[in-house]
């Protein structure tokens, strides 16, 4: 598929045919003879175009003769200042390189020909055109695809593009669009993929050139079917083909009939399939296209009964050609496919074959050590492990790929050396695997979007896995395993959040007009991608995917314009050492920490990594399985004060049993502890731990706890403490409802007005202003997403608190849900129990919030006329009442240091890795908050007024926020069972 990239107008492979002319040769070699050898002067251009010139003489007769010549001349590890100091020498070495990065390229010897390509871009940075650089940037593209880096070939048709737009070359700009569409489908982003082939197409149509229209109408059908949106890929591939016969293009049309059949197989038709490739099968007979048919017998062989019978036709012909590489993927298919069935004995004999003909051919891009590499991983299937060893061993002998593929190599081959004993040797392998993960996060952070990020950290996040599955099961192997444990999550943990915040400081910090503005249009976008998520739905997922793509690509300018002034790199440098600095006597820091086990890595364990002041070094413990966790928390069913009353107990029978699986194996390294910081992580980020008990008390009676999203953040602690002219802005008493008398009563069993919230609000607001905190008020219809915003619209306008207490709501990922079989509409529960009045979702939803993909959008709190949204079938999202944590996410909250929630259910979201929740929790953070009080589940209205009024009377008494949530804890603690105050949680 790849080789779709490679369109008609590539002068990759476009050479002039000299032809072999002897009395030319002759006499060339006659006058370089007479030439000095290279010695850093000028008579060295003479020599260089003497020898390019024979080369080009072998030029299509023999290339390895005239590659030959060209690399006698073709210098590479010349400097910038030796290009500056004379570059008539460099222009005629760049013409030597050039052919060297060209042929090699042709002759799938990919990693040699970005070598020579970066060279000769190192040449034409320093005296070339803006059209040769742009040209490399594609060629290097091209490349990077080829050796399966996709984020760094992204990077070069990226740049190629900018370059063409500003030299306005239309053909060549399509060019470069359709292949960071082509990335980006293969890295799975297909709504972005569809939006570069979409803006390709509307190039082409002006050229008037049709085949190119057809060819990206076509790769929008595979987006389309990759996504799974199998009846729009159909209609895209039969627009492709009719394309294809408006020109008569049977080329074109066959490949449209083979992806037709392979739908129709996605769908179970493969009869259908079948037909498809067997009209696609005469069409390149008719052309007397010998690819296209011996592809047809591949393909019909994978459906058919009988699929050797094919396949020795395709390959009879591959003979024929003496395509001896067609054939090795042929062999390489067989071998997959065995090797998908379980049969690693016949995956093997075929791979054996593959392996023969690279031996006898030789290799091509790399081709040998890929195949070595696939070829371990089915020895080790089998449980030959010194024969996976070898062949591991060997793939990384020969010294070719990127290096994230030495990373997967290293990290299999400490696999196999594992398995068989050999620890020490294991591990060497899984820290050269992590080294080159950490080099690749720390080179891609600098100019990545943060969705980029995300999907890159998925690819890398095994190595770290691995090293965590090995200290939990092996903590007395190393002295120094645990400490670079404890300090990869330092850096894992919300590593995509810190950076978001780190660009962001840079942006509100710096006085460069060009960071200012570039992040002033990404500002722009988001907001208009927040309003549209309520717009109709027949314009707007074209819409959202437009400025998604926009807001995406700035983003990624803004990282790179501020990536020097954020100091990304200061995000890999923090280590447990310095975390333990920061602890006084008496104190402790925790990093909870998931990895998975099993052949299949589909275990998920828990661990603990616990040092004190007095450290030497971090104890890893090990704790549990998900599956055990899951089991105790299914075992209670009901609504939430009947589900948490019995997970958590009460306080005449405290529940023990979450204690003994989560906190009861810590318990032997707290001895003297009296103040615990700890870092949840995946599940854990939903569990109470102050509500935790051993049976007799809680953990809040034994230990001052507290949350924090890392305990990194004890490094560079920013204390808030009520100090100097405050401001507060507190929310309550909100009406939900519209003015029309007649909608209201339709609105009966929505979000209800909630009466405690308006004395939480007066009351709250009597204790600030006595203490002299300048406070605005916020309720019934005056508490608008409008007015919420304004706060934040200004610099330095934002109020120091901010208080709100209204329905907060999360619902699950719709997916999930229909995986589990429940009602989308029926989440939660019952909005109430007895006369206890709740601030949560009462069930009723849309589609806008509950059935929506992001995240973000299914989080978020109630404000004035928010019940609108359940009587407008569309609407703008950015002031119909609901304040989502999209919309949170885009503030600049910098200045206030403390939000509290007083809401149901703020502190959920989907749970990402090791980036935590994402909902309010992340949304606040992105926006710059410090603390953040939420809640884990619905809550009582009275008792919650309580929990309030106590903080912020101990709060202005205290002036710290952490010692006035734990003793407002303590005190409530006292009065009421956990489900009363155990679902507020503090998080910094």
Same mark, same amino acid.
């Given at each position: 598929m790849k080789k779709l990239i490679l369109l008609s107008t590539l002068a990759l492979c476009l050479f002039t045919s000299y032809g072999q002319d002897y009395h030319k040769i002759d006499s060339l070699k006659q006058i370089l003879n007479t030439l000095p050898e290279l010695n850093g002067t000028d008579a060295d251009t003479t020599r260089i175009m003497v020898c390019i010139n024979i080369g080009l003489q072998y030029d299509g007769s023999k290339p390895d003769s005239a590659l030959w010549w060209h690399s006698l001349v073709a210098d590479t590890s010349f400097s910038k200042s030796d290009i500056r100091k004379n570059t008539e020498w460099a222009k005629k070495n760049a013409l030597a390189v050039r052919y060297i990065a060209n042929m090699s390229f042709r002759f799938y010897n990919y990693a040699m020909a970005k070598a020579y390509f970066l060279a000769l871009l190192k040449i034409r940075e320093e005296c070339g055109t803006k059209t040769q650089i742009s040209t490399i940037h594609y060629s290097l593209g091209n490349c990077e695809l080829y050796l399966d880096d996709l984020f760094s070939a992204y990077s070069h048709f990226e740049m190629s593009l900018k370059l063409k737009e500003e030299l306005n070359e239309k053909q060549a700009t399509a060019n470069c669009l359709y292949g960071l569409g082509f990335v980006k489908q293969l890295m799975g982003d297909y709504p972005l993929a569809i939006d570069y082939f979409n803006r390709s197409i509307k190039i082409n149509e002006e050229l008037g050139d049709t085949s190119q229209v057809a060819g990206c109408t076509l790769m929008i059908g595979v987006c389309y079917k990759n996504d799974d949106e199998i009846s729009t890929a159909l209609t895209f591939y039969e627009k492709a083909m009719i394309l294809y016969e408006k020109i008569k293009s049977t080329g074109g049309i066959s490949i449209c009939l083979t992806n037709l059949a392979s739908v129709a197989c996605e769908l179970g038709n493969d009869s259908t399939g079948i037909a498809y490739y067997k009209r696609a099968l005469k069409l390149f007979e008719a052309n007397e296209d010998s690819n296209g048919i011996a592809s047809c017998y591949v393909n019909i062989g994978n459906l058919s009964a009988n699929p050797e019978y094919y396949y020795e036709k395709a390959i009879s012909i591959f003979e024929k050609a003496g395509d001896s590489q067609s054939i090795f993927s042929i062999e390489c298919l067989r071998a997959g496919t065995a090797k998908e069935k379980g049969n690693y004995q016949l995956a093997e004999k075929h791979y054996e074959k593959a392996k023969k003909i690279v031996d006898e051919v030789g290799d091509w891009g790399g081709t040998?050590? &890929?195949?070595?590499?696939?070829?371990?991983?089915?020895?080790?299937?089998?449980?030959?492990?010194?024969?996976?060893?070898?062949?591991?061993?060997?793939?990384?002998?020969?010294?070719?790929?990127?290096?994230?593929?030495?990373?997967?190599?290293?990290?299999?081959?400490?696999?196999?050396?594992?398995r068989v004993g050999m620890k020490e040797k294991a591990l060497s392998f899984y820290l050269k695997s992590q080294n080159l993960n950490m080099l690749l996060i720390r080179d891609y952070f600098t100019f990545l979007s943060e969705k980029e990020k995300e999907q890159f950290i998925t690819q890398t996040k095994l190595s770290y896995n691995c090293l965590h599955a090995y200290n939990a099961t092996y903590p007395y192997e190393s002295d120094s395993l645990t400490g670079i444990c404890y300090n990869n999550e330092l850096m894992m943990k919300s590593i995509l959040l810190r950076s978001t915040l780190s660009v962001l400081d840079a942006v509100y910090y710096s006085e460069d007009t060009v960071i200012k503005k570039s992040f002033l249009l990404l500002k722009q976008y988001r907001n208009k991608i927040s309003s549209l998520q309520g717009s109709r739905e027949s314009t707007r997922d074209s819409l959202l995917t437009d400025l998604e793509y926009k807001a995406n690509e700035q983003e990624s300018k803004l990282v790179k314009l501020s990536s020097e002034f954020a100091n990304i790199q200061n995000l890999f440098n923090y280590k447990w050492e310095d975390v333990r600095k920061n602890l006084k006597p008496g104190e402790a820091a925790i990093e909870f920490?998931?990895?998975?086990?099993?052949?299949?890595?589909?275990?998920?364990?828990?661990?603990?990594?616990?040092?004190?002041?007095?450290?030497?070094? *971090?104890?890893?413990?090990?704790?549990?399985?998900?599956?055990?966790?899951?089991?105790?928390?299914?075992?209670?069913? !009901?609504?939430?004060?009947?589900?948490?009353?019995?997970?958590?107990?009460?306080?005449?029978?405290?529940?023990?049993?979450?204690?003994?699986?989560?906190?009861?194996?810590?318990?032997?390294?707290?001895?003297?502890?009296?103040?615990?910081?700890? =870092? *949840?992580?995946?599940?854990?980020?939903?569990?109470?731990?102050?509500?935790?008990?051993?049976?007799?008390? #809680?953990?809040?009676?034994?230990?001052?706890?507290?949350?924090?999203?890392?305990?990194?953040?004890?490094?560079?602690?920013?204390?808030?403490?009520?100090?100097?002219?405050?401001?507060?802005?507190?929310? !309550?008493?909100?009406?939900?409802?519209?003015?029309?008398?007649?909608?209201?009563?339709?609105?009966?069993?929505?979000?209800?007005?909630?009466?405690?919230?308006?004395?939480?609000?007066?009351?709250?607001?009597?204790?600030?202003?006595?203490?002299?905190?300048?406070?605005?008020?916020?309720?019934?219809?005056?508490?608008?997403?409008?007015?919420?915003?304004?706060?934040?619209?200004?610099?330095?306008?934002?109020?120091?608190?901010?208080?709100?207490?209204?329905?907060?709501?999360?619902?699950?990922?719709?997916?999930?849900?229909?995986?589990?079989?429940?009602?989308?509409?029926?989440?939660?529960?019952? =909005?109430?129990?007895?006369?206890?009045?709740?601030? !949560?979702?009462?069930?009723?939803?849309?589609?806008?919030?509950?059935?929506?993909?992001?995240?973000?959008?299914?989080?978020?709190?109630?404000?004035? &006329?928010?019940?609108?949204?359940?009587?407008?079938?569309?609407?703008?999202?950015?002031?119909? &009442?609901? #304040?989502?944590?999209?919309?949170?996410?885009?503030?600049?909250?910098?200045?206030?240091?403390? %939000?509290?929630?007083?809401?149901?259910?703020?502190?959920?979201?989907?749970?990402?890795?090791?980036? &935590?929740?994402?909902?309010?929790?992340?949304?606040?953070?992105?926006?710059?908050?410090?603390?953040?009080?939420?809640?884990?589940?619905?809550?009582?209205?009275?008792?919650?007024?309580?929990?309030?009024?106590?903080?912020?009377?101990?709060?202005?008494?205290?002036?710290?926020?952490?010692?006035?949530?734990?003793?407002?804890?303590?005190?409530?603690?006292?009065?009421?069972?956990?489900?009363?105050?155990?679902?507020? %949680?503090?998080?910094?």
């Open positions: 040998n050590a &890929g195949l070595l590499s696939t070829m371990g991983t089915v020895a080790y299937k089998q449980g030959n492990y010194q024969k996976a060893i070898e062949y591991y061993e060997k793939s990384i002998s020969e010294g070719i790929g990127t290096r994230s593929d030495f990373a997967s190599k290293y990290r299999h081959l400490a696999d196999v050396y594992l920490v998931s990895f998975t086990q099993g052949d299949n890595n589909d275990t998920t364990v828990y661990a603990a990594l616990l040092i004190t002041s007095e450290s030497k070094k *971090p104890v890893s413990i090990k704790l549990f399985e998900d599956s055990q966790l899951q089991k105790i928390i299914a075992i209670y069913k !009901g609504d939430d004060y009947q589900k948490i009353s019995k997970l958590y107990g009460t306080n005449q029978n405290i529940n023990n049993e979450l204690y003994r699986l989560i906190w009861q194996p810590l318990e032997q390294h707290l001895t003297g502890i009296k103040n615990v910081y700890f =870092a *949840p992580v995946g599940v854990l980020n939903k569990i109470s731990f102050s509500a935790l008990g051993d049976g007799k008390q #809680l953990l809040c009676d034994k230990y001052n706890l507290q949350q924090v999203s890392s305990t990194g953040k004890l490094i560079n602690q920013e204390p808030f403490s009520l100090q100097g002219n405050l401001t507060a802005a507190v929310f !309550g008493g909100i009406d939900f409802n519209l003015d029309s008398a007649a909608e209201t009563q339709n609105l009966a069993s929505l979000w209800q007005y909630l009466p405690g919230t308006l004395s939480e609000k007066e009351s709250i607001q009597k204790q600030l202003q006595k203490k002299k905190v300048v406070v605005t008020g916020f309720a019934g219809k005056e508490a608008t997403e409008p007015a919420f915003k304004s706060m934040y619209a200004d610099k330095g306008a934002s109020p120091d608190i901010l208080h709100i207490s209204t329905h907060g709501f999360f619902y699950p990922d719709p997916e999930q849900v229909k995986k589990e079989k429940t009602d989308a509409i029926e989440r939660g529960g019952t =909005a109430e129990t007895g006369d206890v009045a709740f601030r !949560g979702a009462t069930g009723c939803a849309t589609w806008q919030f509950v059935n929506n993909k992001n995240p973000m959008m299914r989080s978020g709190i109630a404000l004035a &006329g928010a019940n609108r949204v359940w009587t407008q079938e569309w609407g703008r999202t950015d002031d119909e &009442g609901v #304040l989502t944590a999209l919309e949170v996410s885009h503030l600049n909250m910098k200045n206030t240091d403390l %939000v509290v929630l007083s809401a149901c259910e703020t502190g959920l979201g989907d749970i990402k890795g090791s980036e &935590g929740v994402y909902g309010l929790q992340r949304a606040f953070k992105m926006a710059g908050v410090k603390y953040i009080i939420m809640s884990l589940w619905q809550v009582p209205d009275k008792e919650t007024q309580e929990f309030m009024t106590a903080f912020y009377s101990k709060l202005l008494k205290i002036k710290n926020v952490r010692t006035a949530f734990v003793e407002t804890q303590k005190e409530m603690r006292g009065k009421y069972d956990p489900y009363f105050w155990g679902a507020f %949680v503090l998080v910094e």
